[in-house]
């Protein structure tokens, strides 16, 4: 395998594909923030504004700025989006609409605890970018409410009846260990290691199930055990594989070889296990007990799923030269290149049928933003330089 060509391709569609995309098609110069609901051109075919979105792009041009190149064009891209949503996003106390209209006006409520995970990240890296201290003091401020938020995410916009089945989900404490990092130049080194040390314990000592063969379960029941429900039954490898990766980084920051071990581990088994054997790609829901899923969309094959788990398996080798994550590298990468590259016009399609057929032609919607392509693109190039 050539690193240094593979280093290049991926360095190349980063900065020649796709990041030039979300420059010049989703900036919205008029009203501020981005347009992110984008046809297979770049069109804007949807004018509605999602917090989480915003909040991500902030957060890519600025990280760029502050591990690539300081470019004007990218520090002034993500600071009108940070100032788009400093003025509109949230409010008055830092509770993050998940949605608004063009021009600012709030659509949805502060339901959606993602907002507020992204809201931090943008800030944090966007005060690292320009130097600004109330974009810091934002992020601290927003990072509070999560934490008080983490035993009820959704607070009263939840629908679950108190007392009968109540479930944690897999995917704050995972985002947590991501944030952790993302934000520790705001946080007090006792807090941040008290941070990182329980993400870790809920990912790899709750969510992670050795006695179902080592995978890692969406949903578990508020006292940790299993749930014959539904959600309980949920496993979705792509977020489990993503996750490992921030477990991996973790590892690394805090020197635990074994911690990295265990999540190189995890990805693999997690791959197997959601590998379809017939099409290729992997699935974006199961059922543990092969029951049929409550998800209609739970054999489409999605880009962030794939490019998450990219990254994933670079790390896992470049950390423990383990050379089955190559092998599977190699097979995922052809995947991803082949079906969800657009041949045609810049940025990828994220959503192919079963069979690897595109979907929906779109290049940005209501769940797909300036994200995991281009900070896919990023991370695999900066491992592929490494080695």
Request: hydrophobic share 35%.
């Amino acid at each position: 395998m050539d690193f240094k060509l593979l280093a290049e391709q991926y360095k190349n569609e980063l900065f020649n594909h796709v990041i030039p995309f979300w420059l010049e098609k989703s900036q919205d110069l008029e009203y501020g923030g981005y347009l992110t609901c984008l046809e297979r051109d770049g069109k804007v075919f949807d004018s509605d504004k999602y917090i989480w979105l915003q909040g991500r792009q902030v957060w890519l041009f600025s990280m760029l700025c502050n591990q690539v190149e300081k470019k004007q064009e990218w520090l002034d891209c993500a600071t009108q989006g940070g100032e788009f949503l400093k003025k509109y996003g949230h409010d008055g106390y830092y509770n993050w609409y998940f949605s608004l209209d063009r021009k600012g006006n709030p659509l949805i409520e502060p339901y959606n605890i993602f907002s507020y995970t992204f809201a931090t990240m943008a800030f944090g890296q966007l005060s690292l970018a320009t130097g600004n201290s109330e974009y810091a003091d934002i992020a601290k401020n927003t990072f509070d409410i999560i934490l008080s938020k983490t035993n009820n995410p959704k607070g009263k916009w939840n629908k679950a009846h108190p007392g009968t089945r109540d479930l944690k989900n897999f995917a704050l404490p995972m985002i947590l260990c991501n944030l952790a990092l993302e934000i520790e130049h705001l946080l007090e080194p006792q807090f941040l290691e008290q941070t990182m040390e329980t993400c870790i314990h809920e990912v790899m000592d709750v969510f992670y199930r050795p006695e179902l063969g080592g995978i890692i379960v969406e949903n578990v029941l508020a006292n940790g055990e299993l749930s014959d429900s539904f959600e309980g039954r949920q496993i979705t490898p792509g977020h489990a594989i993503e996750a490992m990766w921030f477990i991996m980084d973790l590892g690394k920051r805090l020197d635990r070889p074994e911690l990295i071990t265990k999540a190189k581990d995890v990805t693999l088994t997690m791959l197997e296990y959601g590998w379809d054997k017939e099409y290729g790609g992997i699935f974006y829901f199961m059922d543990r007990l092969g029951h049929p899923t409550q998800q209609l969309e739970w054999d489409q094959k999605l880009w962030w799923v794939h490019i998450e788990t990219l990254i994933s398996l670079l790390k896992g080798y470049q950390l423990t030269g383990d050379t089955k994550c190559l092998e599977w590298f190699e097979t995922v990468h052809n995947y991803v290149w082949k079906h969800f590259r657009d041949s045609q016009y810049d940025e990828w399609f994220g959503y192919l049928n079963r069979q690897g057929e595109v979907l929906l032609s779109l290049k940005g919607g209501k769940w797909k933003g300036c994200f995991h392509v281009p900070r896919g693109l990023y991370q695999c190039w900066q491992v592929l330089e490494t080695l």
